[in-house]
């Protein structure tokens, strides 16, 4: 038995907006465990409360914002699945559904991370984790070009300028954060 039309355009609409949610709390999470992280740099009466203040932040934001979008974003892909069952026979799909998995399990890291950082236990660096915030984004490129081009997955120039501009902005990231830190170490030195 078929889904009428608009069943469809419900899933598929709010699919979008938990996917959007899902991915503002993963971008926001990963930068407040950077500034967790590099609050034991303070002295050590700020130490604590901020300490405090960014798990409250993470916890709040995952729970209430990131996994409800994730839930969301999941449950509206199994409707459109089931409106449209035939995707499961495709490439595309297939590639799909294997980046949301690895989606999945960023997102379940990341309350593994929260649970160290509130613990004292976590030995990321904030430049580690800087890096592991461009996963996500990384992941949502692909995964909007999959379905945006299903079965054509492009490979002219155009693509390859889109991935080298995906790249320099990761590099621009990462060299203004060492600019930013080298920065502040030569004033503190001054």
Request: hydrophobic share 55%; glycine share 6%.
């Amino acid at each position: 038995m078929a889904l009428p039309a608009e069943a469809y355009l419900w899933f598929k609409t709010l699919h979008i907006v938990g996917v959007v949610v899902w991915f503002a709390g993963l971008f926001y999470l990963v930068r407040l465990f950077i500034y967790h992280v590099e609050a034991e740099a303070l002295e050590p009466a700020l130490r604590e409360p901020f300490r405090q203040q960014y798990a409250l932040m993470e916890k709040r934001l995952a729970n209430i914002i990131t996994t409800p979008g994730m839930v969301v974003a999941v449950s509206m892909a199994i409707g459109l699945l089931i409106s449209q069952p035939g995707w499961l026979r495709e490439g595309w799909m297939h590639a799909k559904l294997a980046l949301v998995a690895a989606l999945l399990a960023y997102h379940v890291f990341c309350y593994r991370l929260m649970g160290q950082l509130a613990s004292g236990t976590c030995g990321w660096t904030g430049r580690q984790l800087r890096a592991l915030n461009e996963l996500p984004t990384l992941l949502l490129v692909l995964v909007v070009m999959l379905v945006v081009f299903k079965g054509q997955f492009p490979t002219g120039a155009a693509t390859w300028f889109i991935a080298a501009l995906v790249v320099a902005m990761a590099g621009s990231i990462q060299f203004y954060a060492r600019w930013r830190r080298l920065r502040a170490e030569a004033q503190a030195q001054a």
